[in-house]
């Protein structure tokens, strides 16, 4: 069921709706928050509260696109051992 779900970020309240577990909601504004304080302290000049939001959702979408492909390379991988393995023991049953 959705809910809606207010977060405080640079003294400004946004708002949205969600059917995610509480778990996973707040692992989420966590993980915004943690991004904002890194990107914060990387950053020395002060930039408006909406270009920080966006830098920490282009930098969350960058380490999404990596994890992504590393899985796929990873499945790849597992692929290719399983039909190794199938070939396999498909000749020793001959």
């Known amino acids: 069921m959705e809910r809606r779900v207010d977060l405080h970020?640079?003294?400004?309240?946004?708002?949205f709706y969600t059917d995610a577990p509480e778990e996973e909601v707040e692992e989420i504004i966590?993980?915004?928050r943690r991004e904002l304080e890194e990107e914060s302290q990387s950053i020395r000049t002060s930039l408006p509260s909406n270009?920080?939001?966006?830098?920490?959702c282009l930098r969350i979408a960058a380490r999404y696109?990596?994890?992504?492909?590393?899985?796929?390379?990873?499945?790849?991988?597992?692929?290719?051992?399983i039909d190794k393995l199938i070939s396999k023991f498909s000749d020793g049953a001959e």
């Not at 970020?9 to 708002?15: A, I, P, T, V």
């Not at 270009?51 to 920490?56: F, G, P, R």
């Not at 696109?65 to 390379?73: C, Q």
Request: proline residues 0%.
């Open 9 to 15: 970020l640079f003294g400004q309240e946004f708002s």
């Open 30 to 32: 966590s993980m915004v």
């Open 51 to 56: 270009k920080m939001l966006v830098l920490v």
């Open 65 to 81: 696109v990596e994890l992504e492909k590393r899985f796929e390379r990873f499945r790849s991988k597992q692929e290719a051992s």
